[in-house]
């Protein structure tokens, strides 16, 4: 009974900004444990790129697609459906920040956020649902949402509609998880603290320092991010619903001063 309880063989995955950072740590995480993996990103030699280098781990392929509006959503969708009639795992791991003080806080970097980080995640779900309800005829699909830690508690920085967006994103989760259960699709989420990154520039740059303020005394690695996406996504994670688990060595529960 508890043989492969996180393998993902047999599964196809799609995994939104997959190609650099968070995203594609997960999309190695997938493929190492046998799934087929799609990965898509505004840009499309990146995506291309990236793709050729995770092949070497198993079945990747690149699907290059802005999808921070709904019209790149249902472009994903399409483009998607072209290759497979069904969707076991998608992540919804796109995302953009924005930093600027509040008296200058201007439209674009609330609208351009926003935009990726909350209402992406919701319109791509919708423009896949139907072969995430043909892979929940079989078994859970899964949807990933990937918030992150400023959602849950509040950073230094004046990074405004990022905070919102990501906080959003964990109650969409929420009330996401409670309407498709009922179509055995299972939504959870990842509320990732300090990997480096291109967005998370100062984990990448100035790791000691930012792993000096985190409670476990390290920055998140590569593995870290794929565990907690491969039990989400494998059978293991089979009666977790409407959860964003916190991947942070302990920041959210600190009093520590953390900036993202």
């Known amino acids: 009974m508890m043989q492969d309880l996180f393998s993902l063989k047999g599964r196809t995955a799609l995994v939104t900004g997959g190609s650099r950072g968070i995203g594609r ?42 999808v921070s509006s709904v019209e790149g959503a249902k472009a ?77 508690f509040v950073n230094p920085q004046e990074t405004y509609s990022y905070a919102a967006s990501k906080a959003g994103l964990i109650h969409l989760t929420r009330r996401m998880a409670l309407r498709l259960v009922e179509d055995n699709i299972l939504v959870n989420g990842i509320a990732p603290g300090a990997f480096a ?13 930012v792993a000096a303020r985190v409670p476990a005394k390290r920055i998140g690695r590569d593995e870290d991010m794929a565990g907690v996406a491969v039990y989400l996504a494998s059978r293991a994670g089979d009666y977790v619903v409407g959860i964003t688990i916190a991947v942070d060595g302990g920041v959210t529960l600190s009093s520590i001063t953390y900036e993202a």
């Open 25 to 66: 740590m997960i999309a190695a995480g997938f493929l190492e444990q046998g799934a087929r993996v799609y990965i898509a990103s505004r840009k499309a030699d990146v995506c291309e790129k990236t793709a050729e280098e995770l092949s070497g781990l198993g079945a990747c392929f690149s699907l290059p697609m802005d």
């Open 76 to 152: 994903l969708a399409k483009a998607f459906a072209a290759r497979e009639d069904k969707l076991d795992i998608l992540v919804n791991n796109a995302g953009a920040a924005w930093l600027e003080p509040f008296d200058k806080f201007s439209e674009k970097g609330w609208d351009k956020v926003v935009d990726l980080n909350l209402k992406s995640p919701f319109f791509v779900s919708q423009a896949l649902i139907a072969p995430l309800r043909n892979a929940a005829r079989i078994q859970p699909a899964k949807i990933i949402n990937v918030a992150s830690i400023d959602g849950i």
């Open 197 to 209: 990154s291109e967005m998370n520039q100062l984990a990448r740059d100035h790791s000691d320092m």
